[in-house]
């Protein structure tokens, strides 16, 4: 009987704290975080999405943006663990998807009084690629058209400003 209550004592020492960091970091959308910031405030959570941008370097830590497809927020995190970043989205890319958990922060008093994120950890959740964007055929037409009326216009243009003043 006393061996079952030390082995039932001892699960709950182990299980308790992992469950409850488990709920303190739950995974959030960044519109969420941004609907309740003022309930959010101070609240170790975790957020994942697209980098955006590029990272912005100051000493030891860096920002870097991040967009989960419903919007956009600024990571303070270190410079070392930013790096591991190998793409960043923009037109021509899709970036790596990370996962962030760490302090979000509604008005930080220390980024003068922005919303962020101060991360704990971070992962790469998966690697970013290149983005072909191919030229629709209806674009280069409709181009050629455009190019070929402004000619046409100008050389009318031209055309009339050479007349005499009486003939006009």
């Known amino acids: 009987m006393r061996k079952i209550l030390q082995t039932l004592i001892l699960c709950v020492v182990l299980v308790i ?29 975790s957020v994942q999405g697209e980098a955006i941008g590029e990272m912005l370097e100051r000493g030891d830590y860096c920002w870097v943006n991040i967009n989960d497809g419903t919007s956009a927020i600024g990571i303070w995190m270190k410079t070392a663990d930013a790096r591991s970043i190998t793409r960043y989205g923009d037109y ?6 990370v996962r962030i958990t ?12 922005e919303a962020d994120i101060h991360s704990a950890s971070f992962q790469i959740v998966r690697r ?24 046409c216009l100008t050389a009318f243009y031209l055309k009339i400003s050479r007349r005499p003043a009486e003939i006009r």
């Not at 760490?102 to 008005?107: I, L, M, S, V």
């Not at 970013?128 to 000619?151: E, I």
């Open 17 to 45: 704290p992992f469950s409850l960091n488990a709920r303190a970091a739950a995974t959030v959308s960044i519109n969420s975080l941004i609907e309740n910031a003022k309930a959010m405030d101070g609240k170790e959570i």
């Open 128 to 151: 970013g690629y290149p983005v072909v964007r191919p030229v629709s055929t209806g674009r280069v037409t409709a181009a050629l058209l455009l190019v070929v009326l402004a000619g």
């Open 92 to 97: 021509k890319n899709q970036g790596d998807t």
């Open 102 to 113: 760490g302090t979000f922060r509604r008005a930080c008093a220390e980024h003068g009084g």
